[in-house]
């Protein structure tokens, strides 16, 4: 084990523990190799909601529902949590989930079935607002769904990007990627220069898990 992972191993070992029905999610998903928020990422939103104290949030990709079910542990009572899922067999689950009587705060989740970016589009047209939005979908897809996450978030609000150093690759010359693999690394390369060079958004890269973007939208 090197350094990096002995003071990742402290740290997590200083974290409190998850509430015993998400302590059992986690769990039930980990064996599954169903890919959810690891701790790192946890701590992260957990602070961000407290300080934030949103009162609408909004997910791209539900997965199993093991984010939104935390979120809805963490956030205000009044707040209300929309996620938004398309794979048939992650909605299996997440609708299982996400009516789990285990989960007190269930209530506070609506879960939307379809095309993220088509679901998005139809948000931004309602004129929906959120003041918290954790993106955790197709990471080739964040580029397309940015016109539209814009429009949906309100100015003081956070764009909470998961998964953006893909391993670390993100760093590396397209050249080095497997052919099959270079369009997801250029389009998270042009979503994350995007995302630091707006004028709209202030934006904070932190190497947590597999990398984590944190976009404050500017007061108008």
Avoid at 15 to 23: A, H, T, V, W
Avoid at 43 to 55: A, E, N, W, Y
Avoid at 116 to 129: G, P, R, S, T, V
Avoid at 153 to 166: F, K, W, Y
Wanted: with cysteine.
């Amino acid at each position: 084990m090197n350094i990096e992972e002995r003071i990742s191993a402290y740290i997590n070992s200083l974290d409190r523990e998850l509430s015993p029905q998400l302590y059992e999610l986690e769990k039930e998903a980990k064996k599954s190799n169903v890919p959810i928020i690891g701790r790192e990422t946890q701590r992260i939103i957990r602070f961000l909601l407290s300080f934030q104290k949103p009162r609408r949030i909004l997910e791209v990709g539900t997965a199993v529902g093991f984010s939104a079910l935390f979120m809805s542990e963490y956030s205000p009572k009044d707040c209300m949590i929309t996620t938004i899922e398309k794979v048939p067999m992650r909605l299996v689950e997440a609708r299982k989930n996400l009516a789990d009587e285990r989960f007190p705060d269930r209530g506070k989740i609506t879960l939307k079935e379809g095309e993220a970016l088509e679901i998005l589009k139809e948000m931004a047209e309602a004129d929906e607002k959120y003041d918290f939005i954790f993106l955790d979908a197709a990471k080739g897809q964040y580029m397309n769904f940015l016109p539209e996450l814009m429009k949906l978030i309100v100015p003081e609000g956070l764009l909470i990007s998961d998964n953006v150093l893909q391993d670390g690759t993100v760093i590396n010359s397209k050249y080095s990627i497997t052919r099959r693999d270079r369009t997801i690394h250029m389009r998270m390369r042009e979503y994350l220069y995007a995302i630091t060079h707006m004028d709209e958004l202030e934006t904070l890269i932190l190497p947590i898990g597999d990398g984590i973007a944190v976009s404050y939208r500017k007061p108008i």
